[in-house]
Structures are given as structure tokens and as C-alpha cells.
């Protein structure tokens, strides 16, 4: 329970609460399971504060001091917190729905199984901040900073993570189905079976990230650099790859059934026993690619490079190769039955 002198101090207003606080620095405000209404809490020194349980929706926390604070189980729907700080902040479990927290810094700070549902935090210093399981679902992350965070099974569909910086950030099965990460920076992030269904990564930077097991059908990567990911066993399903830098990508026993990958870069990619049913590989370079075992059953490879690829045991059924090149490529084993050759012959089986 909330000490009832300091209650007292805080509602003579936030001067002379701060001065106090200033005078009586090794006391720790104990404000906890409070109820305000409407408060206005502007550069108000909470710091280390024991505010757990307090209920202070539509509280203005604007530049205020809640470093350190403990702020579990709070009450903030559509509290602003815009430009406060919240560095090593715990908000575990607080309810935050619409929160405004705009350039907000909450490095470090504690928020798993927060509700962030809504809630705005453009521009926020994210960084090395734990998100794991909370409800960010629609919220607006633009800009933020969001390096080194823990998203581990937080709930990121339809979020707006327009280029945000998530490098190394964790999002073991976070679901960002629908999310905006246009032009984000997810640069050795771990995305370990996390969803990514109907996402736009369209201009991602994706270099070196492990999205093993992960689900990306439907996503949009137009122009995204997936350098040396780890894509094995992903679903690519109808993904949109086109121009995407794939090259040196793991991309072993994933399935890519119908995605366009038109004019992507897939030099030394490894996509052995992928499924590339009906994709489109049309001007799209495979050149010294491992496609051994893959079935590309019914693909467009027209014009395609595929010079030193290793297309050992590969189905290309009825595939469409005109044009394309298959300088020194291995096809050792591979089924061509039906396949439109280079010169626009038609395979035929002896």
C-alpha cells in the first residue's frame, strides 16, 4: 500500500514533490497500488519509485523521471510518457494500451507481458529492452530503437516497424504477420520460427539473420538484402523475393512454391531439397547455387544464370529454361521430362 505522506506530497504538486525528492534522495517513494485520475505528472522525479499496481490512466508523464521505477502490474492506458525516461524501468505485466511514448527511453527497461496494444513508440530508445511476451499488436515502433531487444513470443502482428533498428534484437516466435518493416534493420537477429505471414520487408536489411523454421509466405521482401541468412526449412510460399539479395543464403529443404524470386541474386545460395514448385526464377542468378535434390517441378527459369550450379538429382519437370545459362551446371541425375531446354526445344525422355 501507497505510504499516505507521500500520496500527500505528490498531490501539493509536482514542485514540491520535486524538491523533496531532492532534499530526501535515499528515501524510495512508495506510491504503489495508488489511484489517480487524469494526473498530470510532467518532470516529476519518480525514479526508483515503488509504484506497482498504481492506476494512472491518461496520466501525463510527459519528460518525466521514471528510471528504475517499479512500475509492475501498473495501470497506464493512454498514459503519455512522451520524452520520459524509463531506462531499467520494470513494467512487467503493466497495462500500456494506446500509451503514448514517443522518443521515450526505455533502455533495458522490463515489459514482458505488457500490453502495448496501440501504443506509440516512434523513435524510443528500445534498446536491449525485454518485450518477451508482450501484446505490441498495431503498435507504431517507426524509428525506434530496438537493438540487442528481447522479443521472444511477443505479439507484433500488423505492427508499423518502418525502418526500425532491431539488429541482433531476438524474436524467437514473435508473430509479426502483416507487420511494416519496411526498410528495417534486422541484421543478425535471431527470427527462429517466428511468422512473418503477409509482412512487408520490402528495402529490409536481413543480412546474416537466422529465420530458420520461420513463416514467411505471402511476405514481401522486394529489394531486401538477405545475405548469408539462414532460411532452412522456412516457408517462402508465394513470398514476393523479387530483386532480393539471397546470395550465399541457406535456404536448404525450404519451400518457396510459387514465389517470384525475378531478378533475385541467389549466387551460392544453398537450396538443396527446396521446394521451388511454380516459382518464378525468371533473369534471376544461380550461379555456383547447391539446388541438388530441389524440385523446381513446373518453375520459370527463362534467362536465368545458372553457370557452375549444382543441379545433381534436381526435378525440373516441365520447367522452363529458355535462355538460360548452364555453363559447367551439373545436371547429373536431374529429370528434365518435359523441360523447355535453352534453345526452346522440348526434353524429351529416351
Not at 501539493?12 to 512508495?30: K, L, T, Y
Not at 505485466?93 to 526505455?106: C, F, K
Not at 516466435?173 to 505471414?197: G, H, V
Not at 545460395?269 to 517441378?297: F, M, P, V
Request: proline share 1%.
Amino acid at each position: 500500500m501507497a505510504n499516505q505522506e507521500h500520496l500527500a506530497l505528490l498531490k501539493r504538486g509536482i514542485s514540491v514533490w520535486n524538491d523533496w525528492r531532492g532534499q530526501h534522495a535515499d528515501i524510495v517513494p512508495n506510491l504503489s497500488q495508488a489511484t489517480f485520475t487524469d494526473m498530470n505528472l510532467r518532470e516529476a522525479v519518480l525514479n526508483n519509485a515503488d509504484l506497482r499496481e498504481v492506476s494512472l490512466n491518461h496520466a501525463d508523464f510527459c519528460m518525466a523521471d521514471l528510471s528504475r521505477a517499479n512500475l509492475r502490474h501498473a495501470h497506464l492506458k493512454e498514459a503519455i510518457f512522451y520524452t520520459a525516461n524509463l531506462e531499467k524501468a520494470d513494467l512487467t505485466s503493466a497495462n500500456m494500451v494506446g500509451a503514448d511514448l514517443r522518443e521515450a527511453n526505455l533502455q533495458a527497461a522490463t515489459l514482458q507481458g505488457a500490453n502495448l496494444y496501440a501504443a506509440s513508440l516512434s523513435m524510443a530508445n528500445l534498446k536491449n529492452t525485454n518485450f518477451r511476451e508482450a501484446i505490441l499488436k498495431e503498435a507504431n515502433l517507426s524509428h525506434a530503437n530496438l537493438s540487442y531487444a528481447d522479443c521472444c513470443l511477443a505479439d507484433l502482428r500488423g505492427a508499423n516497424l518502418t525502418q526500425a533498428d532491431l539488429k541482433y534484437a531476438k524474436l524467437y516466435t514473435a508473430n509479426l504477420s502483416q507487420a511494416n518493416l519496411y526498410a528495417a534493420d534486422l541484421s543478425q537477429a535471431d527470427l527462429r520460427e517466428s511468422t512473418f505471414s503477409q509482412a512487408n520487408l520490402r528495402e529490409a536489411d536481413l543480412r546474416e539473420a537466422d529465420l530458420s523454421v520461420a513463416v514467411l509466405n505471402l511476405a514481401v521482401f522486394v529489394g531486401a538484402t538477405l545475405y548469408n541468412a539462414n532460411l532452412s526449412m522456412a516457408n517462402l510460399s508465394m513470398a514476393n523475393c523479387c530483386m532480393a539479395n539471397l546470395s550465399h543464403a541457406n535456404l536448404r529443404r525450404a519451400t518457396l512454391v510459387g514465389a517470384n524470386l525475378i531478378g533475385s541474386n541467389l549466387h551460392s545460395a544453398d537450396l538443396t531439397r527446396a521446394i521451388l514448385h511454380e516459382a518464378d526464377l525468371r533473369e534471376a542468378t544461380l550461379r555456383e547455387a547447391n539446388l541438388s535434390g530441389a524440385n523446381l517441378t513446373k518453375a520459370d527459369l527463362s534467362m536465368a544464370n545458372l553457370a557452375g550450379a549444382n543441379l545433381a538429382r534436381a526435378d525440373l519437370s516441365y520447367a522452363n529454361l529458355r535462355q538460360a545459362n548452364l555453363w559447367e551446371s551439373n545436371l547429373e541425375g536431374a529429370c528434365l521430362k518435359g523441360a523447355t531446354m535453352p534453345d526452346g526445344e522440348i526434353f524429351e525422355m529416351n
